[in-house]
């Protein structure tokens, strides 16, 4: 079966524009992560998604970042005014409960953002 | 807040040569511990888990032991093959899946 999926894999943006970056989890995972890793860096944690609803948006580092999940499957990572400190590669991660015990994350590609 | 700390890469190694990369965490209950592998141009992929104290995960020939006591899980592989060149990433998770805290990272090569 297909794994999550991420689109686009490479976005170069300027600074001060609005960017989607797009996340396709597994079919039939109802948890959906976005994480971002910049370089020499382990991932860091943005936001979790239990169906619709944001869960836990903690890791969301200002207001110009905001995630959707309209439907409980796709989720869209919405990075507005862009700043060069953005650039990173920005991973999801999509687990099947998101219960606690009812197994790991799995991860797609990424998309590597840059800003000029 | 929690935390992971991993040894310095990137480790180079010949083949059939014995790994250890090393692991600790902080932590301000009983967390989960994983190690997650990235291959290169690929996505990240759980290689192993423990849950509880002295659990120990295992997959593909390596292996790490949950040390409560010392805050580790250091993983090790007897006889390293050049399909391992990757970087490893140690993680932790509070609530077993949720909210990860990753380590920085080792890159590790293994020439033939």
């Known amino acids: 079966g297909a794994g999550v999926s991420q689109t686009p894999s490479n976005k170069v943006t300027e600074k001060g524009k609005y960017v989607e970056l797009r996340c396709d989890p597994i079919?039939?995972?109802?948890?959906l992560y976005w994480y971002r890793q910049s370089l020499g860096q382990g991932p860091e944690f943005l936001i979790y998604?239990?169906?619709?609803?944001?869960?836990?948006d903690s890791g969301l580092p200002n207001d110009r970042f905001f995630a959707v999940r309209p439907e409980g499957s796709v989720s869209t990572l919405k990075i507005q005014r862009t700043e060069r400190g953005d650039s990173a590669v920005y991973l999801c991660?999509?687990?099947?409960?998101?219960?606690?015990?009812?197994?790991?994350?799995?991860f797609g590609p990424g998309t590597r953002l840059t800003v000029l | 807040g929690d935390s992971v700390t991993q040894m310095e890469g990137p480790v180079t190694l010949s083949e059939e040569a014995f790994l250890t990369i090393n692991c600790t965490y902080t932590a301000t209950g009983y967390p989960s511990l994983f190690w997650y592998v990235q291959y290169p141009g690929e996505g990240l992929q759980l290689l192993l888990k423990a849950t509880k104290a002295d659990d120990k995960g295992s997959n593909k020939g390596f292996e790490a032991t949950y040390r409560k006591e010392t805050t580790s899980f250091h993983l090790e592989k007897g006889s390293v093959q050049v399909s391992d060149s990757a970087v490893y990433f140690c993680?932790?998770?509070?609530?077993?899946?949720?909210?990860?805290?990753f380590g920085p990272g080792t890159r590790l090569s293994v020439l033939p």
């Open positions: 079919s039939g995972h109802t948890a």
């Open positions: 991660a999509s687990s099947l409960t998101g219960v606690p015990g009812q197994g790991p994350q799995y």
């Open positions: 998604f239990q169906g619709t609803g944001a869960a836990d």
């Open positions: 993680a932790l998770s509070e609530n077993y899946g949720q909210n990860f805290v």
